[in-house]
């Protein structure tokens, strides 16, 4: 795979998901927009509370690395994946900052 094409399957895939997301989550939050009880929605058996915990902790491996990664390799910018990693989600995040060290670290 090439550079490019791997660059624009980042930008793909995090654009799919964040339509996904907003597809799917934009209708009930408009109507109650009780970000707390969206939350807590993850939560409401133990399949999907075991999802919800892998993402939570997927994020907090992300921000490890994004912290140490950004100091150490210099890159800029990676709080911004960090934000994308809890709004739209994790995909996006790590999407982000996989195609800002890429970019960065190659100029």
Known sequence: MTLSTFRNLLIV???VFTAGFLY???????????VI???????VNPFSSAYALD?????LVLA?????????KGIK???I?????VVPGVAVGAA?????REKQGRN
Request: proline letters at 4%; charged letters at 5%; hydrophobic letters at 55%.
């Open 13 to 15: 895939l995090g654009s």
């Open 24 to 34: 799917l989550v934009l209708p009930p939050l408009l109507q109650n927009f009780d």
């Open 37 to 43: 009880g969206a939350f807590l929605g993850g939560f």
């Open 55 to 59: 993402i939570i902790f997927t994020w």
């Open 64 to 72: 490890a690395w994004i912290i140490y990664d950004s100091k150490t």
């Open 77 to 79: 910018n990676g709080w």
């Open 81 to 85: 994946a960090l934000l994308l990693g």
């Open 96 to 100: 982000y900052y996989i195609y800002l």
